[in-house]
């Protein structure tokens, strides 16, 4: 399919019950590697993420080619919206519509308030196209104190536009999320204004590096 690689294994050939499926997700391919054998046949070796390791011998050069190629370009797809979960049909009919179920700038405000920290957070929609941040979401928490243009510049300083963002609120104690500087040891004076308004009056704040 369009988002998955389907085997059907035939564990008995007395049984045809015993047939079974194994479902692999194209974005969890990691890698691709061919082993032709002469001319007629050839081995195709497929790694996934999840450290599973697959091995198809196919009759044909030209069938293992266009196979290897489709697989390669199937697993690089970078729109989100070509994702898997975006055409999943589950196979009944949802009671009311999942999305609605739990609204963000809701869920952000009874974060904030909740905490009695409206005036140190508020919610930006500078990442609503997606233009900062294709893993962020439309709307984030930042120091109220930052303006929607120190995040464009933030953004730019760090991997994937990741800029810090509040994750969670305990007792005035902020966790925030980011990924590291896209330059490593080039400063950003932007990035520092929100490190330096997230960190506020408190002692020190603590990092932690998290290797992907």
């Given amino acids: ?6 085997m059907s294994i035939q564990e008995s050939e007395e049984k045809t019950e015993n047939k079974r499926e194994i479902w ?5 391919l990691h890698g691709v590697m061919r082993d032709t054998e002469g001319s007629r046949s050839g081995t195709l070796s497929l790694k996934y993420k999840d450290l599973r390791s697959f091995h198809l ?9 266009a196979l290897a190629t489709t697989l390669e370009g199937l697993s690089g797809v970078e729109n989100p919206a070509s994702s898997y979960p975006f055409f999943y049909n589950p196979g009944f009919k949802a009671l009311e519509d ?18 009695g920290a409206d005036a140190d957070w508020r919610i930006s929609k500078a990442n609503a196209e997606f233009e900062l941040s294709h893993t962020y979401g439309r709307m984030v928490i930042v120091p109220s104190g930052i303006s929607d243009t120190q995040l464009t510049g933030c953004a730019k300083h760090r991997v ?4 810090p963002v509040l994750a969670c609120l305990h007792k005035d104690v902020p966790l925030v999320r980011a990924s590291q500087a896209a330059v490593p040891g080039k400063r950003c004076s932007d990035d520092e204004k929100i490190l330096a308004a997230i960190i506020g009056g408190k002692k020190r704040g603590f990092i932690l590096d998290l290797v992907e």
Avoid: S, Y
């Avoid at 399919?1 to 389907?6: A, C, E, Q, V, Y």
């Avoid at 692999?24 to 969890?28: D, I, K, S």
């Avoid at 999942?98 to 905490?115: H, T």
């Avoid at 994937?160 to 800029?163: A, H, I, P, Q, V």
């Fill in 98 to 115: 999942g999305w609605c179920l739990f609204r963000p700038e809701e869920e952000f405000v009874a974060l904030i308030k909740g905490q």
């Fill in 1 to 6: 399919t369009g988002h998955h690689l389907i």
């Fill in 24 to 28: 692999l997700l194209h974005r969890n």
């Fill in 57 to 65: 011998d196919i009759i044909g050069p030209d069938k293992l080619a």
């Fill in 160 to 163: 994937g536009g990741r800029f």
